[in-house]
């Protein structure tokens, strides 16, 4: 028998991160005959945008934007197409009108409370937990996500799900930034806040570039939380900062294309989407191995140690005197493939009465 899920896609309509590149591509990955899925969001040109020409993903419009309206509208949506599941990401509804699939990327707050505020941490902290303990199914990417969830949260038993996402699939057609054409650039992708690093990023950076080398460091991310010290450590490098924002699909490929590298010095991570992006690429790069990041040792350049200025620092060496060809990024990530995920999600989901 057919079932139903009914999709919580707000995200698509706010910034891109992790949780936006795993709910579009999951569901443009997964093909059954058996699954009917209805896509929630507000702006349809937004969804049109990662959905183009799909079919078997079908577009229903959430009249609100507002997160404590949306879960009554999700609701009035579940009943309205008697849907058997609600996926959504993190947080549910207050109310319960059917099975939930429960998207837990990650409890990096918890694991690692210092680099959150408390005002951050307390209602997440509860509304997580909450969610989790009346899902039917949790999903998540790696091993590291899955043990800490059913540590912290006491979930036991075959609730918890590893599923390895997928590696991205960028569009042919590649869109210079013109201001960096012809330069030399490494690139970190990333949002801002402090648990991403940044700080000590900048610092190696500006020690590397003493040392004579012509390069320039492009930040890609919008800023979440800034660190305290970022401005006055960003102004010591002048025009060598190049941040930019809300960069299209087209710009990101072609930055990762023609950079010298990519460094990824995350402090912890529920999975590491930007990784893989070039991994899949065949950037060298160089990442910390922390939390979920150690799924990506036996293919990185480069094993940073996060804390360490000096190793941070190294690393642009390393990647510098790489060719795209060259990197192990070049190695097989087949383990890292959506239509795999999207066939595991599909069984988990069938195999709930």
């Known amino acids: 028998m057919k079932k139903t899920v009914l999709v919580d896609g707000h995200c698509i309509d706010s910034i891109a991160q992790g949780s936006v590149t795993y709910v579009t591509e999951l569901y443009k990955a997964l093909e059954h005959p058996e699954i009917e899925v209805l896509f929630c969001n507000h702006s349809e040109e937004n969804f049109e945008k990662y959905f183009t020409n ?3 993903v079908k577009f229903v419009q959430v009249e609100t934007e507002s997160r404590f309206k949306r879960y009554t509208e999700l609701n009035n949506l579940v009943e309205k197409y008697n849907a058997d599941f609600l996926h959504f990401q993190y947080t549910a509804p207050f109310q319960k009108k059917c099975k939930w699939i429960n998207t837990l990327h990650d409890i990096l707050f918890l694991e690692i409370p210092k680099y959150f505020p408390l005002s951050y941490i307390i209602p997440r902290a509860l509304a997580f937990w909450l969610a989790a303990k009346r899902s039917e199914i ?23 799900k590893s599923l390895g996402y997928g590696s991205p699939l960028f569009p042919s057609k590649k869109e210079a930034v ?4 012809g330069k030399a650039f490494f690139l970190y992708v990333s949002r801002i806040e402090p648990r991403k690093n940044h700080i000590e990023l900048i610092k190696a950076f500006e020690r590397y570039i003493q040392y004579g080398h012509d390069s320039f460091l492009v930040l890609v991310g919008a800023i979440s939380i800034l660190p305290k010290e970022f401005k006055e450590i960003a102004a010591r490098l002048n025009n060598r900062l190049v941040m930019l924002q809300g960069v299209p699909e087209a710009q990101l490929s072609w930055l990762y294309s023609n950079c010298r590298g990519h460094i990824y010095p995350s402090l912890g991570e529920g999975f590491g989407f930007p990784v893989l992006e070039s991994l899949s690429l065949g950037v060298p790069t160089a990442s910390a191995m922390n939390t979920s990041l150690s799924a990506f040792e036996s293919l990185v350049d480069f094993k940073i140690a996060p804390v360490n200025v000096e190793s941070i620092c190294q690393s642009f060496d390393i990647l510098n005197k790489l060719s795209h060809e060259h990197s192990r990024a070049q190695r097989t990530i087949k383990c890292f493939n959506w239509d795999s995920h999207a066939s595991e999600f599909a069984d988990v989901v069938l195999a709930v009465d």
């Not at 949790?138 to 899955?146: A, F, L, R």
């Open 138 to 160: 949790i999903i998540t990417g790696s091993e590291h996500s899955k043990k800490s969830i059913e540590s912290y949260f006491n979930i036991s038993g075959n609730k918890v």
């Open 178 to 181: 013109k201001k960096l054409e």
């Open 54 to 56: 799909q079919t078997k």
